[in-house]
């Protein structure tokens, strides 16, 4: 029973195109959600956030959008550069439970 | 400021047998949790320690535990090893009840 689901396992996009990271969730407990970026052989590292008041959170080249109605986050990441290509992790938060979702890799190409 | 630190690296063990883990926050931190990262499953949580106590437990068996000194360092035992046990052990530290936590680069465990 995933609480925190990213449907796309993987996604290729061309560089300096925009890139859209899907996640969805469950549970209308969760407050505030997270963003993490892993790299081969390093743990992952914390992109971005969004509480459950706002609907958009920007940070230079990477954006969260939030849809509550639709139980929905997303990733932009504009323009999109090789050294973007990781696993991307999406994460859910209510009182003292994280809940990561499965990741989707990112692949941009030059 | 030094990341969180996780020893050891690499690990290959047997069924049967029991690990232990470590992790070293960054330093000032005083919460610590530990993830299970498998292929297709993303990160499962463990637990989290914070001031040398247990406050939250993800849905694993009894085999795996953990414990915080009074340094914050946390350690994670993992006994009887099964070959399901292989993974990808993360540590993530964060201050108090902050929402970013700062991961280490994790520890991958191989049970034969």
């Known amino acids: 029973d995933q609480q925190v689901k990213q449907n796309s396992p993987s996604l290729s996009v061309q560089e300096g195109r925009i890139s859209i990271l899907n996640c969805d969730y469950t549970?209308?407990?969760?407050?505030?959600f997270l963003w993490y970026k892993k790299y081969p052989a390093e743990g992952p590292t914390f992109l971005i956030s969004?509480?459950?008041?706002?609907d958009k959170n920007e940070d230079g080249r990477f954006t969260v959008f939030l849809n509550k109605s639709a139980k929905h986050l997303s990733l932009h990441i504009v323009p999109s550069q090789p050294g973007d290509s990781a696993v991307y992790f999406c994460?859910?938060?209510?009182?003292?439970?994280?809940?990561f979702g499965p990741g989707t890799r990112l692949s941009v190409l030059p | 400021k030094a990341g969180v630190t996780q020893t050891p690296r690499y690990l290959i063990k047997t069924r049967g047998q029991q690990v232990t883990l470590s992790c070293s926050p960054i330093?000032?931190?005083?919460?610590v949790s530990w993830y299970q990262q498998t292929p297709g499953q993303g990160l499962q949580f463990l637990f989290e320690?914070?001031?040398?106590?247990?406050?939250n437990k993800g849905n694993f068996p009894g085999r795996f535990s953990g414990r915080q000194f009074s340094n914050s360092r946390s350690e994670m035992n993992v006994s009887t090893l099964e070959l399901g046990d292989s993974a990808l052990y993360l540590c993530?530290?964060?201050?108090?009840?902050?929402?970013?936590?700062?991961f280490g680069p994790g520890t991958r465990l191989t049970v034969t």
């Open positions: 993530a530290s964060s201050f108090d009840r902050t929402y970013e936590q700062y």
């Open positions: 969004i509480s459950s008041i706002k």
């Open positions: 320690y914070f001031s040398e106590t247990q406050r």
């Open positions: 994460a859910a938060y209510y009182g003292q439970n994280f809940v």
């Open positions: 330093s000032g931190h005083r919460s």
């Open positions: 549970n209308s407990m969760f407050d505030y």
